[in-house]
């Protein structure tokens, strides 16, 4: 029992030490608590590794929280970090559906005067300027989703005829949608599908047709809301269980709110026999551009993604890190023409088709 105590004791001290343990200077203004919605993200681990990168070269003590995607357990993290002496917060919010996740944990900043930085996952206007010392670093994230449907469309009035693969005149695509209550979730799953259809339309060509017409939602959702590569092979293998070439009503297109989920929709497709040298290909578009998109692209099994700048997004919130600490202007060094009012940046995104 003694050994047990002596134990637990120890364990309690290496967490009181660690919880708030950077690794910058020890004469540092305060350690930065940087909470992720979960490191198993493809994108957000490309942004956790850059803004690692870039807090440990501008010398600030900083912690990373692993939120694995549960509100519950992040803003338990947060009130640690807190109790701790943290004196900045990041965050990555796991709930990005409503305001009550965001509010509450600027409600336990604020009564400390401790400054929070979202990113990533939308927060409201209403919410950020609710408190002076709050910003969010994110994304015009309607604009991924016109981006998309606009490579879509382009895509598919210069290669209709090979995608129209039972030769009806009418593209059949799965749409798989990340997040149900998720702000970039839903502008995606909407501009994909808007957008695409809005070229193919002015070309003359019908609008795209959901492979289901029996889903009135028009999309296929990731329950998990992890926006998963294993979520979307399992969500197109039991497409293909249903819906192939033999039966006549195959899908011919699959867009995603994401890469891991575009990527595992190739998976799942290859081991049908598609998306293969010398095979039938069915063209597949996801948002973030990561590395293994682009792999996918430079191979011939991925159509196109829009590049969502993890490394830029992580820079920008080194920059305001660096000048809430300081006491500098809030977006000092930061490109102006990505700010937006006093209370947002927005990195912007891009096309990228590996071409």
Known sequence: MKKLLALLLALTLVLSMTACAGNGDSDSDGNVAVFYYTYADTYISSVRAALDSALTEAGVNYTD?????????????????????????VVNLVD?????????????????????????????EEVVTAYENCVFVGTDYEMAGHMQGEMIGNYLVENYDAVDLNGDGVISYVMLKGDEANAEAI???????????????????????????????????????????????????????????????????????????????????????YNKEGCTYIPVFGVDATDAAKTAIAEGTMTGTIKQDAEGMANTIAQIVQNMQSGADTFADVDADNVVGTWRVNIPYAAYTGE
């Open 187 to 273: 502008a995606r799953t909407q501009y994909g599908q808007e957008d695409a259809d809005a070229v193919l339309t002015a070309n003359g060509y019908p609008a795209l047709s959901f492979y289901d017409s029996n889903n009135s939602n028009k999309y296929l959702l990731d329950q998990t809301g992890s926006w998963s590569s294993e979520q979307g092979a399992a969500l197109i293998q039991t497409v293909l269980s249903q819906y192939s070439e033999a039966n006549g009503n195959m899908i011919e297109l699959v867009i995603a709110n994401n890469d891991d989920m575009a990527l595992g929709a190739i998976s799942a497709l290859q081991n049908a026999g």
């Open 96 to 124: 990005s559906g409503s305001d009550d996740a965001a509010s509450n944990i600027i409600s336990l900043a604020s009564a400390q005067n401790i400054p929070v930085i979202f990113f990533n996952r939308s927060v409201s």
């Open 65 to 89: 929280y692993d939120g694995n995607n549960s509100q519950t357990t992040q803003t338990e993290q947060v009130q640690t970090a807190i109790s701790a002496g943290c004196t900045l917060l």
